[in-house]
């Protein structure tokens, strides 16, 4: 009797025998994902180029991984050692968004600090901030005018945070609001760990003309417990050129204008 074959699946259902894989083991090379589901590298590569694209999987070196929880973020200190050419790349980036005589909010975070020293030749720029790095960074630029919002201190990230901060940042009118993050993606958007930076962060966007979330792909793929905005609320999301280009169609898919940098 002639051994009976079980029908090929459709992409589909290969799909999510792939994500069911992932979801227990977490991470998979290409080599261990042709061997669990009997196809080709070619194949393999394809459906990971889809299941990135939807958000669901973010590719890596050889491989595939699941999206991973965020479950608390590294102080300011951390935050300073690393990734030094892209945090400079993306600042540079942002800080060409910037014209004089605007109002403009730089988000607590390394990143958006850099830019301090690519702004302090405007003229009639007004800096609001929660970062109390970036004040003092910008005290030796007195023909600045600085706004800090106050608030609740988190003396970790050396920033204010909570329901003060953000009722400051309501009462006023910004023309560009610049937001870090230390997790995002496509299905989530962006995301904290930390319930008290929510509010924060939602205030700035709802109170400016332009939001432009600056975010290095590291930090793409993962995701924290509370959720700040959809990708698609951003109008710019300024990130760096490693970032994948599956993940890459799927920021511009949203309709949201995406900027890699080159480090």
Not at 54 to 73: D, K, M, N, T, W
Not at 185 to 194: E, I, M, Q, Y
């Amino acid at each position: 009797m002639a051994e009976e074959h079980s029908p090929p699946l459709i992409p589909d259902q290969r799909r999510e025998q792939l994500l069911k894989h992932l979801r227990r083991d977490g991470v998979l090379s290409v080599q261990q994902i042709t061997q669990l589901l009997g196809v080709s590298h070619m194949t393999v590569r394809r459906d990971i180029a889809e299941l990135e694209r939807q958000g669901l999987v973010f590719s890596v070196p050889g491989g595939a991984r699941i999206a991973s929880h965020l479950q608390s973020e590294p102080s300011h200190q951390a935050k300073t050692l690393i990734e030094q050419p892209e945090k400079q790349a993306m600042a540079a980036r942002a800080a060409e968004l910037v014209r004089d005589g605007m109002t403009v909010y730089l988000d607590a975070g390394t990143t958006l600090l850099a830019m301090v020293p690519l702004l302090v030749h405007h003229t009639s720029l007004t800096v609001v901030t929660n970062d109390f790095t970036t004040v003092d960074a910008l005290m030796a630029a007195p023909h600045l005018d600085i706004i800090h919002v106050g608030g609740q201190v988190e003396p970790s990230n050396r920033s204010s945070v909570g329901r003060l901060a953000a009722t400051v940042l309501r009462q006023l009118a910004l023309d560009m609001a610049f937001i870090s993050t230390s997790s995002w993606d496509l299905l989530r958007g962006v995301t904290t760990p930390s319930e008290p930076k929510v509010e924060v962060k939602q205030a700035a966007m709802e109170c400016t003309g332009s939001s432009v979330l600056v975010a290095g792909s590291s930090k793409f793929g993962t995701f924290g417990k509370y959720r700040v905005a959809p990708l698609n609320a951003f109008d710019t999301i300024i990130s760096d050129s490693a970032l994948a280009d599956a993940a890459a169609e799927g920021v511009r898919a949203s309709g949201t204008e995406l900027h890699l940098v080159n480090t």
